[in-house]
């Protein structure tokens, strides 16, 4: 396989990876906080705002472990070469220089700009 295809298919299963781990935070979340608004016999309100605080709660932890697994795997795996984008093979000290035509250049400066 070329690395458009690695690169394709680690796209692929990484966005299912970071979506189970999603579902999966939330869920342990937002089930921890139901069974302590129902023994603090919290009133009904409080509910729609845990399912509120559990989303963004569960979705930053649930970047912060991807994050970890998904730079754990790629060491593990020695993905870093088959990961590598091939177009992209300057060192770090070569820098490219774009060339400007004449015609995106102003001959003359705007006379009411000069007083």
Sequence with gaps: MN???YAA???VFSCLLNLLIFILCECIIFGGTLLVLHFSKAPESAYSLSLLGAITVGLIVSVIVYTKLSTYLIKKLKLQEKLREPVNNYSSGEI???KMPDSAFEE???EKWQE
């Design 108 to 110: 003359q400066p705007d």
């Design 9 to 11: 298919l680690y796209v």
């Design 96 to 98: 490219r220089q774009t």
């Design 3 to 5: 690395r458009k295809a």
